[in-house]
């Protein structure tokens, strides 16, 4: 059996079931540890023939474990001392779709 990375979580905002905003998140620190994160490289098949600043960037998939209830858009994830970006609005997939103990996958984009 294997197991993930520890990655650093800022998230960008707190918001409530409707998704509204209602404050920044600052409880005890600017982050939240997320133990057992599978990193992988992200594909690059999104990326446009004729864009070439994308293909500069680097991009990674990070699976979260199913413990992880955070919402991700907007967030800052640091990964091997190194921040990202969080690409998107990411949404978990169903439990009964996912045996492993990861359940949602986040694309970031590294912070130049």
Sequence with gaps: MFSGETVYVTPATLRDAYTNEYGEF????????????????????????????????????????????????????????????????PVEYPSELTPTRWHLAATVEQLL
């Design 26 to 89: 600052t409880p005890g620190g600017d982050f939240i540890p997320v133990n057992d994160v599978l990193v992988a490289p992200a594909e690059t098949i999104d990326f446009s023939a004729g864009v070439t600043e994308n293909r500069d960037r680097r991009r990674l998939t990070l699976y979260f474990p199913k413990g992880f209830t955070v919402d991700l858009r907007g967030a800052t994830v640091e990964v091997r001392r190194q921040k990202y970006k969080v690409v998107g609005a």
